[in-house]
């Protein structure tokens, strides 16, 4: 209903009520028929099924089910230490990407606790839990709008709806009809829950309660908006999916093949259909990539960002476009002067100092006060000219008002008094001394400050006998002092952040509540690219959502816009196949916020309901952290390649291993228990160390990866391949040259762990020399090669390590061969990336040329 559309009486008519309230009878009858004035709550998980939702894995299930396989047949052992692997990752998962949903929470803080109300005339404070529709409410100045209120009476009303508009200057209020369509910020006779009464009071009656308020109805889009996916999580379930398939079918093929050629017994087939499966399956890679993007909330947290969720921090570098809110992210969401155009230089500033209502007097500091931004910007800007000035008494004034829009203060002055005025421009020019052509000067200065986004303000003055009383009669035959341009500046790092973040590829549009010809002056100030065409909320209204997808492609500045027109937007981005961030501090962002890839909120002048529906914080409320932020997400990203195209050939050689014994019917090379090790011992050790590799130089100039892009890429999918192949076919057949099954698996295993040493250094680049500067800058590198020596040892030399794993001691000239065939491998991939990087950037050349 457009309740700010419709007279008083047609509303009290249609919500059966009256001035002087309900009755008490009624107002029961109503709240049961109606329910309570609070938001309704999405029904929580229970602590159980969020831990079991980490157990749910594909990978992690075939594991189990080979765990609970092993039980059967009675290998209590291999069975409890795969069940191990598999517990401890699963509580890893919930511990470090538990995510509390505390937006309602938030909301319904925003919610004041009483209300003062009419009941049969008298005035009685209620539960505002207990308001219903028909209710006449009182508010005075401190008071939180306890539902949606259409005004009936106000007197001097400011309310401050930052929370639903983004804006920090509070609105005026009146009573007058709205006859045309208005968003939420221009409904200058309602009163929304949950805003700020600043000064002034006023009566209204309670048209909206609950879910149905502006407030409410963030909740409700709060809630129904589904939480995303992040690309790393889609990359991650699309690589386990390609790795399980892989698995069942080698599974499938060998069932048959061993059963129909060699005639094998079914429990020596599932001994080794397990072995492989354990073999192939990287149950260490999930505990390694949590740690790499643990290691990213740590630094993220350390530049002033604060990560909610682990997987967003891969997201931030693979972010396409970023959404943000003007006020208080890409501004300072404080009111500044920024243009002057004075005619009498020092009385414009006495007027400044002291035609105001903040500052009583002058011991008082301009950052101690709070109120009314554009009267805190001027006394900011006398203080920063004058910084003794003082203030003169005032002997009367007339309070600013919409209905004639100016203030006005009477000062003593010498033998004389003095009157400050201070308003409109176009109304004080009506008033002054000034010819037709002075004034017609004016008001274009006045034009050309409002084209750049500015408020502009006037002042003017008076000299009047000392005992001259102020009225509005007497204001007239002013002398004019000069124009104001007032505005709330860009940040400076944000200006910087922008030209960053589009070097790298990614777009910038900024949306905000704000007035168009502000928010362009912004834009192009900032440094946006599509700045000629703003679109505004109702516009957007007026779009159908494939009309929308088009025009967000060309367009970067957003006004007037409310939340359902940010939660459009963002949509609307992510159907053009966009990875979309969205900043914003207010309760109107929250939405959008939760609904964005990567929501952002401002951690000082952010409200607690858009911090809990984003997924990073910014402690330091700075634009050009989120630049940072991008920057350690791609480098996370690079990281997370690297350790992934690490494990996948060692996985894959050790599933060769078990899968050339099948084929050539001998007996399994590595026990599941050796497998198992194997994996343990690298994963604790040399996974770990591709983590800490620093950003490569040209990480903030080169665009974006695409949505689509996969973690192995058909090169990475050939590497994988020959590398398993190197690892496996040599040191398998170096194994067998020697007697005795405990001096084979040995000889296998400690081949296939240095295979793994040297492949690891292999990757630290992808197609780069891995012997470079950044290798002795990575210290834990060279740890991790320690850690793995030490634990290596103990399966060659200590005779319980041997024992249990099943092991024996090497000679000396054993153990160089064993070097020998790892340095070749490390050399021939060395060899390949430097034979593939140079057809690559042929290719890219001969590409150029074509185009």
């Not at 200058?188 to 407030?215: C, H, P, R, W, Y």
């Not at 101690?368 to 931004?373: D, V």
């Amino acid at each position: 209903m457009k309740w700010y559309q419709l007279e008083n009486q047609e509303i009290m008519k249609q919500i059966k009520t009256k001035e002087t309230g309900l009755s008490t009878t009624e107002r029961k009858k109503r709240l049961v028929e109606n329910g309570s004035n609070k938001m309704a709550e999405r029904k929580q998980l229970k602590t159980w099924q969020k831990i079991l939702k980490h157990f749910t894995d594909l990978l992690m299930l075939v594991l189990l089910a080979a765990a609970i396989l092993k039980f059967v047949t009675g290998e209590y052992v291999e069975g409890g230490i795969i069940f191990l692997v598999v517990v401890v990752n699963g509580l890893v998962g919930y511990w470090q990407e538990r995510k509390a949903e505390e937006s309602l929470d938030g909301l319904k803080q925003m919610m004041s606790q009483e209300a003062v109300i009419l009941i049969d005339g008298m005035k009685q404070s209620v539960s505002t839990e207990e308001l219903v529709q028909g209710d006449i409410v009182a508010l005075k100045a401190g008071d939180v709008v306890p539902a949606d209120l259409r005004l009936l009476e106000v007197h001097e009303l400011l309310i401050e709806e930052s929370i639903l508009t983004g804006e920090s200057e509070a609105a005026e209020k009146a009573t007058l009809v709205l006859t045309e369509e208005a968003p939420a910020g221009d409904q200058k006779n309602m009163a929304f829950s949950g805003t700020l009464v600043q000064a002034g009071s006023a009566l209204g009656i309670v048209v909206e309660t609950g879910d149905t308020t502006e407030i409410g109805k963030i909740n409700q889009a709060l809630q129904a908006v589904k939480q995303q996916t992040t690309p790393l999580v889609r990359k991650i379930h699309q690589l386990n999916q390609q790795i399980f398939r892989g698995i069942m079918v080698l599974v499938v093929f060998l069932l048959f093949f061993t059963t129909l050629h060699y005639g094998m017994e079914w429990q020596l087939i599932f001994s080794a259909m397990i072995a492989l499966i354990v073999a192939m399956i990287p149950e260490g890679l999930p505990a390694v990539l949590t740690m790499i993007l643990s290691m990213g909330v740590k630094e993220m947290s350390e530049e002033n960002a604060i990560i909610k969720s682990m997987p967003s921090v891969e997201t931030l570098g693979s972010m396409t476009v970023i959404c943000s809110d003007k006020t208080g992210t890409l501004t300072k969401n404080e009111m500044t002067v920024v243009n002057i155009a004075a005619q009498h230089d020092e009385r414009i500033l006495e007027i400044m100092n002291n035609c105001q209502e903040l500052k009583l007097s002058d011991n008082q500091k301009t950052s101690e006060l709070k109120g009314n931004p554009t009267e805190l910007a001027l006394l900011h800007y006398v203080e920063e000219q004058t910084p003794k000035a003082t203030l003169k008494t005032i002997q009367s004034k007339i309070p600013f008002s919409s209905s004639y829009k100016y203030m006005a203060t009477l000062h003593p002055e010498g033998e004389q008094a003095i009157i400050f005025v201070k308003g409109a421009p176009e109304v004080l020019l009506d008033k002054t001394n000034l010819s037709k052509e002075e004034r017609n000067n004016w008001q274009e200065q006045a034009m050309s400050f409002a084209q750049q986004g500015q408020r502009v303000l006037g002042f003017a003055f008076k000299k009047v006998a000392q005992h001259q009383e102020l009225t509005h009669e007497e204001l007239k035959e002013l002398t004019f002092a000069g124009l104001v341009g007032i505005i709330d500046p860009p940040k400076e790092s944000a200006i910087q952040a922008v030209k960053e973040c589009q070097t790298a590829g990614i777009a910038v549009k900024m949306i905000t509540g704000d007035h168009k010809d502000t928010a362009q002056a912004i834009g192009k100030e900032i440094g946006l690219k599509h700045t000629a065409v703003v679109l505004e909320g109702i516009e957007i209204d007026q779009l159908s959502e494939k009309e929308l997808a088009e025009q967000v492609q060309k367009v970067d500045i957003f006004a007037r816009t409310t939340p359902e027109h940010k939660l459009r937007i963002v949509s609307a981005l992510q159907a053009n196949g966009e990875i979309v961030g969205m900043t914003g501090d207010g309760v109107n962002d929250a939405p959008a916020l939760k609904k964005a890839d990567i929501g952002i909120a401002m951690g000082i002048k952010g409200s607690e309901v858009s911090k809990q529906a984003a997924d990073m914080v910014l402690a330091d409320d700075n634009f050009h952290t989120i630049a940072k932020a991008v920057k350690e997400g791609r480098k996370i990203f690079d990281n997370l390649k690297k350790t992934i195209n690490f494990f996948l050939p060692t996985a894959l050689a050790q599933g060769l291993v078990v899968i050339f014994a099948l084929l050539m019917n001998h007996p399994l090379p590595l026990t599941p228990i050796q497998i198992l090790w194997v994996n343990m011992v690298t994963t604790i050790t040399l996974s770990y160390a591709l983590g800490f590799e620093k950003a490569g130089k040209d990480i903030m100039n080169r665009p974006p990866r695409t949505a689509d892009e996969s973690i192995l890429s058909g090169y990475s999918l050939f590497r994988v391949i020959y590398v398993s192949l190197l690892i496996m076919i040599p040191a398998y057949v170096l194994a067998m040259q020697f007697e005795g099954q405990a001096l084979q698996q040995t000889i296998l295993l400690q081949n296939i762990v240095l295979a793994q040493a040297v492949y690891m250094i292999n990757c630290r680049e992808l197609t780069n020399p891995s012997i470079n500067k950044g290798l002795f800058q990575n210290r834990p590198l060279f740890l991790s090669l320690g850690i793995l020596t030490l634990l290596q040892a103990t399966v060659l030399f200590v005779p319980l390590m041997q024992q249990w794993i099943g092991t024996t001691t090497l000679t000396s000239s054993q153990h160089m061969i064993i070097f020998a065939n790892v340095a070749l491998l490390f050399l021939i991939v060395e060899i390949e990336k430097a034979l593939t990087k140079r057809i690559t950037h042929r290719q890219s050349q001969i590409s150029k040329e074509l185009k």
